[in-house]
Nanobody
């Protein structure tokens, strides 16, 4: 069993930066794919970024070049560095983990473990 805890959300002005953390307890992330998703009010959950245990990464077109997913296996933590934030990035951000997945995964249905979410609000 893996428990995921997100942190680092908050209120930031457009153009600013935030770094979200997703810490795992119970197991390490070494052989897991980890993904970040977000959900804005009235919208469906959408893919943001993912990291397979192979080191390969994938990003949504809307965040490519602005966001980066970083993994620290020694700390069992995955980060989402968010730069040049826009008001449309406002959402609850969730991390998720899929055991044994070597490639990044965009489809949320395959992820087995989810965190509770952290709110990111970007003001204009």
């Amino acid at each position: 069993q893996v428990q995921l805890v997100e942190s680092g959300g908050g209120l930031v002005q457009a153009g600013g930066s935030l770094r979200l953390s997703c810490a795992a307890s119970g197991r390490t992330f070494t052989n897991y794919a980890v993904g970040w998703f977000r959900q804005a009010p009235g919208k469906e959950r959408e893919f943001v970024a993912a990291d397979g245990w192979s080191g390969a990464t994938a990003y949504a077109d809307s965040v490519k070049g602005r966001f980066a997913i970083l993994r620290d296996n020694a700390k069992s933590t995955v980060y989402l560095q968010m730069n040049s934030l826009k008001p449309e990035d406002t959402a609850v951000y969730y991390c998720a983990a899929e055991p044994g997945r070597w490639a990044p995964r965009r489809d949320p249905v395959y992820y087995e473990y989810w965190g509770q979410g952290t709110q990111v609000t970007v003001s204009s």
